[in-house]
């Protein structure tokens, strides 16, 4: 199995927004790094829902990929702030995945939480600098994230089991 986190701005896109509509495209990733992040994902890898650019930025929920090697449609809209005059029909520059909702964490595991935790070696999101929307998370990694985002007494200076 194949782990991802996935970053949105909730005045975006929220995990409640993905709630009530059970699947999304997950559109507009416009860094080469993350797109092919995008390029690796297998129907059926399961992908982090992290706030964004919020007061309190952390892991919100679980998604799965269902749908894999989309292309991307901003990419072709001039109306889109997502636009990309180089990509055609021909020679798409821009896929992405769709995602199903699976959960939203009762509590979030907040970006504080997981620098406490993990090390940038552990974790690419930590990493200083680091801006990517799509990144690969380690199996052993997402297990952790797993246990912490079920347990709020983790949310504290314990050490993860």
Known sequence: MNYWLMKSEPTVYS???????????????????????????TVGNLAFFYHSNTKDPGIVGLMRVVEINLDDPTQFDRESQYYDPRS????VRWQTVRVEFVEQFSTIVTLARLK?????????????????????????????????????????HDPIP
């Open 88 to 91: 055609t029909p021909a020679e």
């Open 15 to 41: 995990i409640e927004n993905l709630a009530r509509d059970r699947t999304t495209l997950w559109d507009g990733v416009r860094n080469y790094q993350a797109r092919n992040f995008l390029r690796q994902m």
């Open 116 to 156: 406490q935790v993990f090390t940038a070696d552990d974790l690419l999101l930590v990493r200083r600098g680091n801006r990517l929307s799509v990144m690969a998370v380690p199996p052993d990694i997402a297990s952790k994230i797993m246990a912490m985002s079920q347990r709020p007494d983790l949310q504290t």
